[in-house]
């Protein structure tokens, strides 16, 4: 534990179609003035749709991370799982084999060698996994060769964040190379009309945000009822961004005949009636993984009177900070830090829900390939976002509870790598 004794927000988007993606219960506008909307709002006049808190706003004890503190000495080990199956054993098209081997996968994780073959079989799945575990393709594979072999017509994947909808198509398109099947991402931040454009092809697939999709069903550009397979992601990251009331929406105009997937990190009370609602008959496929927290140490700054710029600007500066993660609270916070560190010479970039999605993919790219080293975000990407080698997570700003401690340490720790968390306090 470290003691210390001695302390440009940008405009609103200018985008016509401005939903609620990352934004919680905010209300969304459209130009569109026929036809009249339909969409959870709709019954509301002026009211907001879905919750009236969320992120900053939740009523949420305060955290104190000191407890939780903990040094690794080393790396431990995980328990090694041996699969049922290989890849070449599940009963799928050639082509789809063929991808799936270009990519370099030979051996299911816990969760593909359990998913797969229940999807493959029509089964309705829970998945409870955390981030990493391989379940988005433990759904896409079966879901891409229902589809090839006319098991199921269309598929509908909803997903928290355009960070995640984003990442989901990437590996969709990968695995759906030769195949001939199509595809759409329809998220917020992103041109709607060349989403239109898209969604009138008729594509096999349809990966969105909640608010996005019902913009374009109020708007009779697609319709839920069209869809044959649909699949819930990160649910418990969605109830938390107050998605609830659109995740409702959704599933009461989907088809009574369906195959339904749900794949959350955890199952709570509010889940099990989402759940009730979505499922029929479903199997429950729950893989333990270790605490993200585990391979990260984990360290307190006791700030004091000191100035917490100049903490941070001097952990930067030395060599072992080199891909760092900083974590603050809210957006203005984000670009007011992201100004101070490059006046001070410090590359960076940012990421929140104000920037268009042009400037949240740029931003991510570049420290995945490490042209930036040090990256300022909300807890947007606190989930769902894959990012190798992060040497370091700092909490600039105290995360509101312990699940979000959580979430945000286990940013780095991965794979067979000791991770370092600082926190401010």
């Not at 503190?69 to 431990?76: G, I, N, P, R």
């Not at 989907?254 to 979505?278: D, I, N, Y």
């Amino acid at each position: 534990m470290s003691n210390y004794s001695n302390s440009r927000k940008r405009p609103d988007r200018d985008n016509r179609y401005r939903d609620r993606d990352d934004q919680g219960g905010k209300k969304r506008s459209s130009s569109f003035s026929k036809p009249k909307p339909k969409g959870p709002s709709s019954s509301r006049g002026s009211a907001p749709r879905g919750p009236s808190t969320r992120g900053a706003q939740r009523n949420a004890p305060k955290f104190d991370p000191s407890i939780f503190m903990k040094k690794v000495e080393e790396q431990t080990a995980a328990q090694v799982f041996v699969p049922k199956h290989t890849f070449s054993d599940f009963l799928i098209v050639d082509q789809l084999k063929k991808n799936i081997a270009k990519k370099g996968y030979t051996t299911p994780t816990p969760i593909q060698d359990q998913a797969i073959p229940a999807i493959l079989e029509g089964r309705d799945v829970i998945g409870t996994a955390n981030t990493g575990t391989g379940k988005t393709a433990a759904f896409l594979i079966p879901l891409i060769n229902n589809v090839l072999t006319k098991k199921t017509s269309r598929v509908l994947i909803i997903a928290p964040t355009r960070e995640l909808a984003d990442q989901i198509q990437a590996e969709l398109k990968y695995f759906t190379i030769q195949t001939g099947l199509t595809s759409a991402l329809c998220i917020g931040g992103s041109n709607i009309h060349l989403q239109m454009k898209a969604l009138r092809s008729n594509p096999a697939f349809i990966i969105g945000t909640p608010g996005r999709l019902i913009d374009l069903e109020n708007n009779q550009i697609i319709s839920f009822s069209n869809y044959t397979s649909i699949v819930l992601d990160e649910v418990d990251r969605m109830l938390d961004m107050g998605f609830i009331k659109d995740i409702t929406y959704i599933i009461d105009r989907l088809p009574e005949k369906r195959h339904s997937l749900f794949f959350s990190a955890t199952v709570s009370k509010e889940m099990q009636t989402v759940m009730s609602r979505f499922l029929r008959n479903p199997i429950s496929i729950s893989v333990k993984t270790r605490q993200s927290a585990e391979n990260v140490n984990q360290e307190i700054i006791k700030v004091g009177s000191a100035n917490k710029l100049d903490i941070l600007h001097d952990l930067l500066i030395k060599p072992e900070f080199k891909k760092v993660l900083i974590f603050l609270r809210t957006k203005r916070a984000v670009d007011k830090l992201a100004g101070s560190l490059t006046d001070r010479g410090f590359v960076v970039g940012l990421t929140h829900g104000n920037r268009s999605q042009a400037q949240r993919n740029k931003a991510l790219l570049l420290f995945k390939a490490g042209k930036v080293k040090i990256l300022l975000a909300t807890d947007v990407v606190a989930r769902g976002i894959d990012i190798d080698d992060i040497s370091h997570v700092i909490n600039y700003d105290l995360p509101q509870t312990y699940e979000d401690y959580i979430h945000r340490i286990g940013r780095t720790g991965r794979a067979d790598k000791i991770g370092q968390a600082i926190t401010f306090v």
